[in-house]
């Protein structure tokens, strides 16, 4: 082999890591350009391609100046903000600094120190105080452990993922207000809803293990066609989502460097309602003018962002890329 | 060159534009951000837009997508570039010839691996565009808002990175 193949397998590999990641990204893109499509000015109050790119979901609370609440959690949450906030004011003063390769000035010495513990002390605090008892949680990756061993190793030589840690809580991409767990196993992060156990999303951590010296795990042996991985796929959704009719969804199918994508989607009839009728607020760049338009900062959004849909993705060796159920 | 459809333009090129997106940006959502609004900016003029190779329609969203970066994304400095001043360097680098030797694939593969993650984003990029992409070198300067000669000698510079490294 040549160094310029070997160089294109390295490239290979590494898109192969993100193919599930990319590949959601661009269904929510060609539903976005389909919207776009058929933008009406007198629907919406943004234009809504330059709202969809500057989008900012504010999930859970203001920040830090908001003023104090009847909320202890949220009372606590902003003093740790705060705090923090106040420690990067008097280390920007008064801290070590250098300029690294790209111009950009980066704490060091002591300073770099600090700050990373009080950063990741501030960040660990505040995960704790918005999670449920360890003890609870507990429950969940017993309930994961089980659920990997029965669905998860399609490829036959995948290594066992019997570390399962509990990361976040964060609201679904398509219904904000609907709160799951995060979790993440050796090659893998799964999105749960605690309350009845059911799976969101699974996916490879190609695109988020950026920093993790171990590979992420990756089986592209030449094993199964297209055809066949759509059987597994299907298999796999009427076991996670007994409830769905595929045959009443489209079907879209994908293929990126050796790895299968697998799209149902449902129709605007199936949409479901928000899991908090309230909705969640959508707000605009305020400082980009094209993204603000109208004068309206925020809106509150009452639909979900998407139409309901199914995706499953496969390697050519049989290995889950990724499965995620928006609005099903 | 038959101009295909927009949403063909998405699924062909969404890896190009996202690993360019990636070796400017560090946080995964700016990173989906832009690239929603390269293909979503650049939609808005692809009727306008005339090519004559796959190279200029790789070139021409890069180009968006760095705008994306740069307009989008101030607060962070590190957006690729070259300096437009860098001095030429002569056609005759044996770049090319070494990246045709042959190399055994199990031994060489790792040690290219690592050597390629602590080269600087622009470099992994340079090489990226030019190998894995088969993009010319005039194309890549457009896509970087610099000239051809900076960009060869920051390609060939790259490849005698990796090449010492490995030797």
């Known amino acids: ?328 | 060159m038959m101009k295909p459809k927009y949403e063909d333009i998405v699924k062909n090129y969404i890896n190009l534009v996202y690993f360019f997106a990636k070796k400017s940006l560090s946080n995964q959502s700016d990173i989906d951000d832009a690239v929603q609004e390269t293909f979503l900016k650049a939609m808005k003029t692809y009727d306008r837009f005339t090519f004559k190779s796959e190279g200029e329609l790789k070139s021409w969203l890069l180009t968006v997508c760095r705008n994306v970066i740069v307009d989008g994304f101030r607060s962070q400095k590190n957006t690729l570039s070259i300096d437009a001043n860098e001095i030429d360097v002569p056609d005759e680098s044996n770049a090319e010839e070494w990246l045709e030797e042959q190399v055994n694939q199990s031994q060489e593969l790792e040690k290219i691996k690592k050597i390629l993650i602590t080269m600087k984003p622009i470099e992994q990029e340079l090489i990226r565009l030019r190998i894995f992409e088969d993009m010319e070198f005039n194309q890549i300067a457009v896509a970087l808002s610099t000239n051809e000669g900076a960009v060869k000698m920051r390609y060939y510079r790259a490849i005698d990175k990796l090449k010492t490294s490995i030797l």
């Open chain 1, 1 to 328: 082999m040549k160094y310029k193949k070997l160089i294109n397998t390295i490239f290979e590999e590494e898109s192969a890591k993100e193919a599930m990641h990319i590949n959601r990204l661009e269904q929510k893109i060609l539903s976005n350009i389909s919207q776009e499509k058929s933008y009406s000015p007198n629907r919406f109050v943004w234009k809504m391609p330059y709202a969809f790119a500057a989008i900012i979901i504010f999930l859970i609370i203001g920040t830090a100046t908001v003023a104090a609440t009847e909320n202890p959690i949220k009372d606590t949450i902003i003093q740790l903000t705060q705090r923090l906030q106040q420690a990067i004011e008097n280390a920007q003063k008064n801290g070590e600094f250098r300029v690294d390769e790209h111009g950009e000035k980066v704490y060091t010495g002591k300073t770099e120190e600090e700050m990373k513990k009080l950063h990741d002390e501030t960040r660990d605090k505040i995960t704790e105080l918005k999670s449920r008892p360890a003890a609870e949680r507990q429950k969940t990756i017993s309930y994961l452990e089980t659920w990997i061993n029965k669905y998860l190793y399609t490829a036959p030589d995948m290594p066992k993922q019997t570390d399962i840690k509990y990361s976040n809580v964060v609201g679904l991409n398509n219904d904000p207000t609907h709160k799951v767990e995060i979790y993440y196993s050796q090659d893998y992060e799964y999105q749960i809803d605690p309350v009845d156990n059911k799976i969101y999303d699974v996916s490879i951590r190609g695109a988020r293990a950026k920093n993790d010296p171990e590979e992420t795990y990756m089986d592209n042996t030449p094993r199964y066609n297209q055809a066949q991985l759509e059987e597994m796929a299907t298999e796999f959704i009427k076991d996670q989502l007994p409830d769905v009719d595929l045959s009443k969804l489209k079907l879209e199918r994908g293929a990126k460097i050796d790895n299968f994508f697998f799209t149902w989607t449902g129709d605007e009839s199936m949409r479901k309602p928000l899991k908090d009728p309230k909705g969640f607020k959508v707000c605009g760049d305020v400082s980009n003018p094209e993204f603000y338009e109208n004068g309206a900062g925020c809106i509150m959004q009452k639909k979900s962002m998407s139409l309901p849909s199914i995706q499953v993705g496969f390697t050519q060796g049989g290995q889950i890329l990724g499965f995620s159920n928006s609005g099903f």
